[in-house]
């Protein structure tokens, strides 16, 4: 009989073979090409903010910082979204934890307009769509609403799994004038990946002149693993935001959900 001493120096253990699916989802439904308004520039306002208001003539700077500030015409409409949502559904998300969520869900589902595009993934040991790439008519967040009730809980957590799942719907898009982004959720830590949290990253999105968006990630509780969320983030041009008080959920949702719906271009 062996003993670990130092059970903190445990090998995870191994992740398990992922479901043979299609390389990509290529089944998003098709959205109105509409086109852009002509504006010619008009309106358009920049403002820039130097990192020093002056330098010396004698003084040499490798690295000069510029914050550039962009704002759209008010007469140009937002782009739309087409928006995945990965969320954990291991078993530290039941009951009061999984409630929330779909209350917050319901809550992004209904700030999406007709020509906005959803995807709802789902992970605990294994991962899942659980609705196509889908236009939010009447009758596409009617559907959404019910899938997302229908989630439970269930042992394990396999983040790298989810954000595959994520990727595959996301890079299969047949149609691609739509801003992309995802969501990823969690309360916990992967099960499977230790200490390099890029593994965690899909190959597709750690190229930033190719990814199709950036993921922002959300930390559920005081037991969610900030690293990994923060390197994913980090990693893909998103933000990671702690949610520290469960029953804010929605709000933080709603800060993410409302820079989204605010992209003009």
């Known amino acids: 009989m062996s003993h670990n001493i130092f059970p903190w120096l445990a090998v995870p253990p191994p992740a398990p073979a992922p479901a043979p699916v299609a390389a990509y989802y290529q089944d998003d439904e098709p959205v109105e090409d509409k086109k852009p308004l002509a504006n010619n520039g008009r309106g358009l306002v920049l403002k820039t903010h130097c990192e020093f208001p002056a330098i010396g003539r004698g003084t040499s700077r490798d690295k000069f910082a510029v914050l550039v500030h962009a704002k759209a015409p008010a007469d140009v409409a ?14 530290s998300m039941n009951g009061e934890k999984l409630a929330l969520l779909k209350q917050a869900m319901g809550f992004v589902i209904d700030q999406l307009g007709p020509a906005d595009r959803l995807s709802v993934v789902f992970f605990s040991d294994r991962a899942g769509r659980l609705t196509r790439l889908a236009r939010m008519s009447g009758a596409g967040k009617a559907s959404a609403k019910l899938a997302v009730e229908s989630l439970v809980a269930l042992a394990g957590t396999n983040i790298r799994e989810g954000l595959h799942v994520g990727a595959q719907v996301l890079v299969g898009r047949r149609h ?59 990693a893909t041009g998103g933000t990671f935001s702690f949610v520290g008080n469960q029953a804010a959920i929605q709000n933080s949702f709603a800060q993410c959900i409302g820079g989204l719906l605010s992209v003009a271009v």
């Open 78 to 91: 937002r782009a739309p979204l087409d928006l995945v949502t990965v969320l954990d559904v291991s078993g």
């Open 176 to 234: 691609k004038n739509s801003v992309a982004s995802m969501i990823l959720l969690s309360d916990g830590q992967d099960s499977y990946v230790r200490g390099n949290y890029m593994d965690l990253v899909p190959p597709s999105f750690k190229d930033a002149g190719s990814r199709p968006g950036p993921i922002h990630t959300f930390g559920f509780g005081a037991t969610h693993d900030a690293a990994a969320l923060h390197t994913v983030a980090e």
